[in-house]
C-alpha cells in the first residue's frame, strides 16, 4: 500500500474510521531526521500492505499537530480501530517501527 497524505479533511476517514492498524508519521520537508525517515516509511508500507501508512505534514496540519500533542519530529504514531496504541518521537531503526505494529 502507497504512502498516504492525511490531512484535517480526510483524518476521519482514513484514520480514525479504518477498521486496522494505522502507522501515521508526523513530519516536516525542513526536517533532516524526517527525510531520513522517509524511505523507511515508505518500505514500511511496501512491506505491511495490511497496514495504513500515513503522512502528516506538521506545519500544514497544525491542529492535527496539536490534537496529539506533537512536540518534536519526526513523531510517529501507531492508531488501532481510531485508538493511539503507540508514539515515539525521533529517528528508529525499521525494526523498531514495525515491531510497535
Do not use: Y
Not at 73 to 86: D, E, R, S, W
Amino acid at each position: 500500500m502507497a504512502v498516504e497524505k492525511i490531512t484535517e479533511s480526510n483524518f476521519k476517514e482514513k484514520v480514525l474510521d479504518f477498521e486496522g492498524t494505522v502507522l501515521l508519521d508526523f513530519w516536516a520537508s525542513w526536517c533532516g531526521p524526517c527525510r531520513m525517515m522517509s524511505p523507511v516509511v515508505d518500505e514500511i508500507a511496501k512491506d505491511h500492505p495490511e497496514v495504513r501508512v500515513g503522512k502528516v505534514n506538521v506545519d500544514e496540519e497544525e491542529a492535527l499537530s496539536r490534537q496529539f500533542n506533537i512536540f518534536s519530529i519526526p513523531t510517529f504514531l501507531i492508531i488501532k480501530n481510531g485508538k493511539v496504541q503507540a508514539q515515539t518521537a525521533g529517528a528508529r531503526p525499521k525494526a523498531a517501527l514495525e515491531a510497535m505494529l
